[in-house]
């Protein structure tokens, strides 16, 4: 929103929608209008921080809530609402930092229309202001780490499934090889007119998976 004033009229212009300027309008049209610029500045300011204090609420207890879920194993889109928060609190911060700043060079200017009071007050809302900036800044480090937290529970679960895969494919390898060597179409192959060989062969089978398993068990690889 940018204000210009040269202490009899105040003409100010907007990109978005704000609330605080709507309730100033409707205000004025139940005839509870400011009395000067300065009173406008500063009430416009007080309304701008008090509707921004329940948005950072609701990020702080998103981000808080996204931490639990976190711990109660909820994973399935918590990548994508993490993203969502530091995104809105980034976009938020942009925004308020130069605030702080336009309200402080406010208050410390020595504009006639501006009276003590009106000062204190913009410096009261300054420093409302930089307590906001701290509790964005808070809690983007709570949803760093959240994500950071998110991202190892993800690379350790991708590790224990590879690690599955790998002890799968460790005690298939012999097995496949001693079939795979059975199955070719030459001949003297032993045991071929035998009726009893499959059986023989299976238990050797079922001997060699579970040998397999016992090497890795005794070496402690599972």
Not at 192 to 207: H, K, N, S, W
Not at 216 to 222: A, D, G, P, S, V
């Amino acid at each position: 929103m940018r204000i210009w004033s040269d202490g009899r009229r105040v003409v100010s212009c907007r990109k978005r929608f704000l609330v605080s300027e709507t309730d100033i309008v409707r205000a004025f049209q139940r005839g509870r209008g400011t009395r000067g610029p300065g009173d406008y500045i500063t009430l416009m300011a007080e309304k701008m921080v008090s509707h921004m204090g329940e948005v950072i609420e609701s990020l702080e207890d998103a981000s808080d809530g996204l931490s639990e879920r976190l711990l109660s194993g909820d994973t399935l889109t918590l990548r994508s609402e993490l993203a969502e928060v530091k995104r809105a609190i980034i976009r938020l911060r942009r925004y308020l930092a130069p605030q702080r700043e336009a309200l402080s060079g406010v208050s410390e200017s020595e504009l006639e229309w501006l009276n003590d009071m009106h000062r204190a007050r913009l410096r009261e809302i300054a420093d409302h202001t930089l307590r906001f900036l701290e509790d964005l800044d808070a809690a983007r480090e709570r949803a760093s780490v959240t994500q950071e937290e998110l991202l190892h529970h993800l690379s350790e679960q991708a590790e224990r499934r590879m690690f599955l895969l790998a002890v799968i494919t460790t005690v298939f390898l012999p097995l496949s090889f001693v079939t795979g060597l059975l199955g070719i179409n030459v001949g003297g192959i032993p045991g071929a007119d035998e009726p009893v060989a499959f059986l023989i062969v299976t238990l050797l089978l079922v001997v060699l998976a579970a040998g397999v398993l016992g090497v890795l068990w005794w070496r402690r690889w599972f």
